[in-house]
């Protein structure tokens, strides 16, 4: 009898099995099939490492899925490889928000990668600065920065050194090879090359009179520095007095002690952002834009001033604690640059960069 019930058991297991009973699966392997991780919504969101990374991994993602229940999945690179990365993807995105610099924003833009951003679909940007929006309606500006020359404020006064006043002052023997410059490939390096234009009455449309004083500027240096990785430890270890980078990054060195402080010069600063765009097809639209309007809510963009970025939004301000170090006066002069130029001559100028200014690396440092 035992048999025969031991038998029917396994039959009736057959059968179901036969009738379409599901494979069993690994724990979240269902979760991610659907966008989701156990039980909850996911988005993937690409940016920068360092600090933008931290800000969002550490403070804002978790408290934005205890409000909502939606996962964030953050993908660290740069934004001409994360522009790379989703016009790759264009037929099947995997990637629901971009972070981009703002001339990535109007390369994104002209190339159809990203859907619009408005009032209409994200509510906060009703409260956004108008100075920090890169492209109308293609971005939402998020961590806000300037890109501005920045010294030791110890050595300067140890060496008896002025304060910088101009972009031109950067090119001196005053601090040769006590430098940290990006190169043209990095965004900071295209800045620093606008506004030793700008200091020499160039334009966006007339660069030149920039690129003849970087070949001076690179004959003080030792190298140029790819990233930022690579810049900040130059200047946390002493081995640059003199460096130009975001604000933000000024921010940080000065918090972990580096004597280190802002410098506005006269010709002024370009005001700018990190923005968050929405890729075109994304594969969940709604709970990106979801999470765009919440950064970029007075909750959060007081989260992310604390990590050193200026505040996108009216009535939020920039933490006591970075006023000494990257705190910008009234009376500092920052402009909005046209994105849409830069895009259009940055290629042209690079390769320039690279041919002329290059090659006179430390060759007055003899």
């Not at 031991?6 to 991610?32: D, R, V, Y």
């Amino acid at each position: 009898m035992k048999k025969l019930i031991s038998l029917f058991s396994i039959l009736l297991l057959l059968s179901l099995s036969a009738c379409g009973n599901p494979t069993p699966q690994k724990a979240g392997e269902a979760a991610k099939a659907n966008g989701t991780e156990k039980g909850g919504k996911t988005i993937t969101i690409a940016g920068n490492g360092g600090v933008i990374e931290k800000a969002i991994r550490d403070v804002i993602a978790p408290k934005f899925k205890k409000e909502t229940g939606i996962t964030v999945n953050y993908l660290p690179g740069l934004s001409g490889e994360i522009l790379s990365k989703v016009e790759l993807q264009k037929s099947a995105p995997q990637i629901d928000i971009a972070f981009f610099v703002p001339v990535d924003v109007q390369r994104a833009t002209d190339k159809g990668l990203t859907d619009s951003i408005n009032e209409s679909n994200v509510p906060n940007m009703k409260n956004v600065k108008s100075d920090f929006v890169a492209v109308e309606g293609a971005a939402a500006p998020v961590f806000g920065l300037v890109i501005s020359p920045a010294y030791n404020t110890e050595s300067f006064k140890k060496n008896g050194l002025k304060p910088i006043q101009s972009w031109n002052d950067l090119a001196s023997a005053d601090y040769k090879g006590k430098t940290a410059f990006a190169d043209i490939s990095n965004d900071w390096g295209f800045n620093t090359l606008y506004g030793l234009a700008l200091a020499n009455n160039g334009s966006v449309d007339n660069m030149e009179p920039g690129l003849e004083k970087a070949k001076e500027l690179a004959g003080y240096s030792s190298t140029f520095y790819k990233n930022s990785t690579q810049m900040m430890p130059a200047v946390q270890q002493g081995a640059a007095d003199v460096t130009v980078m975001g604000s933000y990054a000024v921010g940080e060195l000065a918090l972990s002690g580096v004597p280190i402080k802002l410098a506005v010069p006269k010709e002024g600063v370009p005001l700018q952002a990190f923005s968050a765009a929405i890729v075109k097809n994304s594969p969940h639209n709604k709970d990106a834009l979801n999470f765009i309007n919440y950064l970029i809510s007075e909750e959060s963009q007081a989260l992310i001033a604390d990590k050193g970025f200026y505040p996108v939004v009216e009535g939020v301000e920039l933490p006591e604690k970075y006023e000494e170090s990257i705190g910008l006066k009234d009376t500092d002069k920052t402009f909005k640059p046209d994105f849409a130029k830069f895009a259009e001559v940055r290629a042209e100028w690079s390769d320039r960069w690279a041919k002329e200014v290059t090659p006179k690396l430390a060759t007055l440092l003899k």
